[in-house]
């Protein structure tokens, strides 16, 4: 046992020796640099190159890395054997990804390329500001040489772009409004968020599909035409009105544009502004990819209709009265000491600080659009106006399959009929409907019923109120014929009214001259 132990320690001794005479022949740069040798020989007659990236570049967070990663969990989730699970914050969603030093093929344009989520290590750390994390992170991508220009000038850009719609998905969207009096909070920004969680989606909206359809198209020609945007010079962004009675579904409609494109919502509420300086701070901290809302801008401040304005007062004002070229300014003591102009607002959705940002919608809504200046309804400001209407024929199928689960091939072939001959007469608002659903949904035939007799009911008072007016319009129309008529009819002499004024003023003239 004892030579045993003896013989183990000239081995070890023979191995140190010889690893210090190693050192000595071969010290470390000489080894770095055959090792250098070595690669460069075997990259020479490879024909393939690697790129790494790394988590942390210096101090900071490498972007790329957090895009590939993203990137990489779309198809890892179908092709990956062993994965990892993140949750973002401010996400519902479950994010899957590369386990270490574990490989996944992509191919792009026919290409095709392989990457590696290399973890390792890191060696012992030096006094930092910044701590490092204890294992150094990256992917590394082979690629083809031959295919090298390819997937540098368009491969990582696409990565980028589909990591940014991933990250948009996952993440909650948020809403947004504008502080109090023009406050900031605690990070030093004017808006406040909350998670959007409204569930408003067009397949659930309440309107004729045909128009409905053609809103989305036009949502989605929005969202895709970057290119376009950029080739025609314009600024990329969008206006939407939206006008109509109460109760037709504004609201609704804004939220499941939001859904539909997965942007955030910015509520601007202008009562809370007191300037056009203020109002375009606020644009410039808005996101990309938003939805900038206006709700009741005929409510919200002074921006009415500047030709009513003009032909009430052209007596009493002049070109240069500020009125008159901004639209009507309320005065010093009338909403708060708010002064924004018309003016303002137009150039904050049309002027050189609308184009800040990028992938912007905005949207305003109103009751009343003849109440709206002109100017604020052109196109490049409003680009489409969409009319929400009373409840049509087929948003009231629409409404029906949302809270009773009926299709048309539900409901018995009168009813349906009898349905489709009332509710235009009746002209009640898809909210008036839902009501009426909503209090009797759990006996779905007595919610047919109850839904059938309300329209009837609506529509009878309809037509009872149109005839009223009808006939009080007919009432007038005879009364003034009847008065041309008399007037007609009446002798010149006699109907003169400024005779006997004139002859008592003769009378006196004489007596005057007398």
């Known amino acids: ?24 022949i071969f010290p470390p740069e000489l080894r770095f640099a055959c090792l250098k040798v070595f690669n460069r020989v075997f990259n020479l007659f490879s024909s393939y190159c690697y790129f790494d990236i790394t988590e942390i570049d210096g101090v900071n967070t490498n972007e790329l890395y957090n895009a590939v990663q993203l990137y990489l969990s779309s198809s890892v989730s179908t092709n990956g054997s062993r994965l990892s699970l993140t949750r973002a914050l401010n996400s519902s969603a479950i994010t899957f990804g590369l386990s270490n030093n574990d490989c996944i093929l992509d191919t792009f ?27 150094k992170r990256g992917f590394t991508l082979r690629i083809s040489k031959r295919d090298k220009s390819l997937i540098l000038d368009s491969y990582l850009d696409y990565v980028m772009e589909k990591a940014n719609e991933i990250r948009r998905k996952n993440q909650d969207r948020l809403l947004y409004t504008n502080s109090r009096g023009g406050s900031l909070d605690s990070r030093g920004h004017p808006w406040e968020s909350v998670p959007f969680k409204h569930p408003s989606t067009f397949d659930t909206l309440a309107m004729d599909p045909v128009k409905k359809r053609e809103i989305m198209e036009d949502l989605k020609d929005f969202a895709n035409g970057q290119s376009f945007y950029q080739k025609t010079g314009r600024a990329w962004k969008r206006g939407y009105l939206l006008y109509g009675p109460p109760g037709t579904g504004k609201s609704s409609m804004i939220a499941a544009m939001a859904n539909y494109l997965s942007y955030d919502i910015y509520d601007l509420e202008l009562t809370e502004v007191h300037n056009n300086s203020e109002l375009r701070k606020l644009l410039m901290k808005t996101s990309s990819k938003s939805i900038i809302v206006i709700e009741d801008i005929d409510c919200s401040i002074n921006l009415t209709n500047r030709k009513k304005n003009n032909n009430n007062n052209t007596s009493t004002r002049n070109y240069y009265d500020p009125e008159m070229r901004c639209g009507s300014v309320p005065g010093p003591g009338e909403d708060g000491g708010n002064s924004i102009t018309l003016s303002g607002l137009l150039n904050f959705t049309d002027g050189l600080w609308s184009c800040c940002g990028s992938e912007r919608i905005f949207v305003f809504t109103t009751n009343h659009i003849e109440k709206l200046d002109s100017a604020l309804l052109r196109c490049g400001r409003m680009d489409m106006h969409i009319f929400m209407s009373y409840c049509s024929y087929p948003a009231l199928i629409i409404l029906m399959k949302n809270y009773l689960g009926y299709d048309e091939s539900d409901l018995d072939a009168d009813v349906l009929k009898q349905l ?10 898809p909210a008036d409907i839902s009501e009426v659903l ?11 019923s109850e839904l059938l007799d309300a329209l009837k009911t609506r529509a009878n ?29 009446s002798p010149p002499n006699e109907g003169s009214e400024f005779e006997e004024p004139c002859k008592k003023q003769e009378e006196e003239d004489e007596e005057k001259m007398k």
């Not at 489709?420 to 608002?429: L, P, Y």
């Not at 909503?438 to 047919?448: Q, S």
């Open 461 to 489: 008072r309809n037509l009872l109120q149109n005839g009223i007016l009808r006939e009080k319009n007919s009432e007038d129309i005879m009364e003034d014929e009847e008065q041309e008529k008399r007037a007609l009819e």
């Open 109 to 135: 344009n026919g290409v095709s390329v392989v990457w590696e989520h290399v973890v390792t290590q890191r060696q012992a750390q030096t006094f930092s500001w910044r701590p490092l994390p204890e294992e």
């Open 438 to 448: 909503i209090k009797n949904r759990r006996c779905k035939p007595k919610a047919v």
């Open 1 to 24: 046992m004892k030579e045993y132990w003896t013989s183990l320690a000239s081995l070890l001794g023979v191995l140190a020796f010889c690893q210090s005479l190693l050192q000595v």
């Open 420 to 429: 489709a001959e009332v509710v235009d007469k009746a002209e009640m608002t």
